[in-house]
């Protein structure tokens, strides 16, 4: 396993800023990945994260919105962008620490929008 | 695409009993891998337990263990000895084995909300 941290772990934040959260690992991973996590709502993978290469955004996720760093091999960051009230959410960032076959996952951070 | 589906929104069981979670699975692959995670109340996700398809041996991890039926596409979780720390949203997951390019996405079920009572 791994010991994944996130910071902030809650914002509150008003619309139209943007809001940087970051996660730390403490092994090298090759992987990481961001998650979204809706009110009430399951989790959905909003991009892949490899060190070196620029992230892969899945459907419906666009980097202007959701731009990702990956400086090194155990730190990732996420940026909400231009925020709105729908982005409130609990954002996850999780490694392949076993493999990218066996995801763990940090804390997250609850994201509130007004 | 894959579609993992969760039919129970919410379930309870009194302690040191014994409760099973259903999930159902949607996908055209011959090989992927199926998780339990759990996510209690401080929200941390934690996995719970992993299946490969590949496998015919069900899973278990100590209290937990599942029946994985890949014909009919069924990956339920059993719990034994239910505890009052085993309260929690229980999501059921998919991967494809070779995502290929650097994508392994994992697709959630909406969840299971299991209560459990003393």
């Known amino acids: 396993s791994a010991v994944i941290s996130q910071k902030p772990s809650r914002d509150i934040c008003q619309r139209g800023t943007s809001l940087t959260i970051q996660c730390q690992v403490d092994?090298?991973?090759?992987?990481m990945f961001w998650y979204r996590q809706q009110p009430g709502q399951s989790l959905t993978l909003i991009a892949t994260?490899?060190?070196?290469?620029?992230?892969?955004?899945e459907s419906g996720f666009v980097i202007d919105k959701f731009p990702i760093s990956r400086p090194n091999l155990t730190f990732s960051t996420l940026t909400v962008s231009n925020m709105s009230p729908e982005d409130s959410s609990i954002y996850l960032c999780?490694?392949?620490?076993?493999?990218?076959?066996?995801?763990?996952f940090g804390p997250g951070t609850r994201l509130t929008v007004l | 695409a894959q579609t993992v589906t969760q039919s129970q929104p919410e379930m309870s069981v009194q302690e040191a009993e014994t409760v099973t979670l259903s999930c159902t699975y949607d996908?055209?692959?011959?090989?992927?891998?199926l998780f339990w995670y759990k996510q209690p109340p401080s929200r941390q996700m934690i996995l719970v337990i992993r299946q490969e398809a590949y496998k015919q041996q069900n899973a278990t991890e100590n209290r937990f263990s599942v029946n994985f039926q890949k014909a009919a596409k069924s990956f339920s979780l059993k719990i034994s000895d239910s505890q009052l720390g085993d309260t929690a949203m229980y999501f059921c997951?998919?991967?494809?084995?070779?995502?290929?390019?650097?994508?392994?996405?994992?697709?959630f079920g909406k969840g299971t909300l299991l209560t459990v009572n003393p």
């Open positions: 996908t055209s692959e011959s090989n992927y891998y």
């Open positions: 994260a490899n060190q070196g290469s620029e992230a892969t955004y």
């Open positions: 092994s090298q991973v090759t992987m």
């Open positions: 999780s490694v392949g620490a076993g493999g990218p076959h066996e995801q763990f």
């Open positions: 997951a998919f991967m494809k084995t070779h995502s290929g390019g650097s994508n392994y996405k994992l697709t």
